[in-house]
């Protein structure tokens, strides 16, 4: 069993990152890195702007930090990632146990590094699943590692669903809001339930999606497909 979660957008800042540089690793999607970052010095200026969706200023920062990837300095991913649903996994403050189950079923989607486990340890960088065909470029690679699961419990967005193609073994599972009997999607309201969710599995072990009906938060609850959240 895997469970894949989204990257975020935002990263924090390490003080004393580790002197190893992420080139340096035996990270096993390498040559696939490489190549992302290959495809990034063929980008001109008048792309950054759009890829990176800032001003060309920073685009340009950014584009020169990923670049360089390979040789900057490491840190674990699920420290690295901030956002709203890792501020609710609040990986600190977890069990060890729970700790040792994220690291074990959990797969964090990326734009630059494919899918990353907790404890992976990869340099600060910014880029998107979306952008540069990169959903097509790790689509094939992603299907086949995980076709090798007995079974893919995926809480991405739809932007990183796009990075693979779902085979018989995955549930994928949806955040919902009815109102007034229509059901939209739970969309940013939805990452703290998911976080939450998230560190409902590790601490509880959970292995089963018979198992999800004992979480709810913030009024979501299991329907036996999804949850699902009724507003007045």
Same mark, same amino acid.
């Given at each position: ?14 003080? +004393?990152?580790?002197? /190893? ?45 990923? %670049? ?10 699920? #420290? ?18 729970? /700790?040792?189950?994220? #690291? ?30 990169? %959903? ?11 076709? #090798? ?8 967005? %739809? ?20 109102? +007034?009997? +229509? ?10 339930? +998911? ?38």
């Amino acid at each position: 069993m895997v469970i894949l979660i989204p990257p975020s957008e935002g990263k924090a800042r390490i003080k +004393k990152p580790i002197e /190893k540089r992420f080139g340096e690793t035996d990270y096993f999607l390498m040559k696939e890195v490489k190549h992302v970052i290959r495809l990034l010095s063929l980008i001109g200026d008048e792309e950054l702007r759009s890829i990176y969706g800032t001003s060309l200023e920073k685009a340009r920062i950014y584009h020169r930090q990923n %670049q360089d990837a390979l040789n900057s300095r490491i840190w674990f991913a699920i #420290e690295r990632y901030t956002g709203v649903v890792y501020e609710h996994i609040n990986w600190l403050e977890m069990s060890d146990h729970a /700790k040792e189950f994220m #690291e074990k079923y959990v797969l964090i989607f990326s734009g630059l590094f494919g899918m990353v486990t907790p404890k992976t340890l990869i340099p600060d960088y910014k880029l998107k699943m979306n952008v540069l065909a990169l %959903q097509h470029h790790w689509n094939p690679i992603l299907t086949d590692l995980l076709a #090798e699961e007995d079974m893919v419990i995926d809480l991405l967005p %739809q932007v990183h669903r796009k990075a693979y193609t779902a085979g018989p073994n995955v549930t994928a599972i949806e955040f919902s809001v009815i109102t +007034k009997g +229509k059901r939209t999607a739970a969309g940013h309201y939805g990452k703290a339930v +998911k976080g939450e969710f998230i560190r409902y599995i590790a601490e509880n072990n959970i292995t089963s999606v018979d198992d999800f009906g004992g979480f709810s938060y913030d009024g979501f609850e299991w329907d036996g497909s999804m949850f699902i959240k009724l507003n007045s």
